[in-house]
């Protein structure tokens, strides 16, 4: 059975630090895109950062670069997040996800995933 479980949401304040891991089972994610996405109360969820597992490809929102960094550690089969100078708009629920399908899907360029956890709250006040 696919799994995704993510941890490491929680409050902070702006100019803070978060860092977001998942734990992928029942499945090799090698070949797949994995990526974190997030949804904020009221707008669309929306592509932050993905990674082609086994290639490296690295992708960002243009409103995380040079903040976010995406890391998969192929040992532990987990992706993680690392989140700094945490902005109060970066405020929402995230979520992991995994897809099969090759590029672009599951990338900030098209949040569409085969699969997902059930994401992990970030909040950022200010």
């Known amino acids: 059975q696919v799994q995704l479980v993510e941890s490491g949401g929680g409050s902070v304040q702006a100019g803070g630090s978060l860092r977001l891991s998942c734990v992928a089972s029942?499945?090799?994610?090698?070949?797949?895109?994995m990526g974190w996405f997030r949804q904020a109360p009221g707008k669309e969820r929306e592509g932050v950062a993905s990674?082609?597992?086994?290639?490296?490809?690295?992708y960002y929102a243009d409103s995380v670069k040079g903040r976010f960094t995406i890391s998969h550690d192929n040992a532990k089969n987990t992706l993680d997040l690392q989140m700094n100078s945490l902005k109060p708009n970066d405020t929402g629920m995230y979520y992991c996800?995994?897809?099969?399908?090759?590029?672009?899907?599951?990338?900030?360029?098209?949040?569409?995933?085969?699969?997902w956890g059930q994401g992990t709250q970030v909040t950022v006040s200010s």
């Open positions: 990674i082609f597992v086994g290639g490296g490809g690295l």
């Open positions: 029942g499945y090799t994610t090698r070949g797949h895109f």
């Open positions: 996800a995994a897809d099969s399908r090759g590029f672009p899907f599951c990338t900030p360029l098209r949040p569409e995933c085969n699969d």
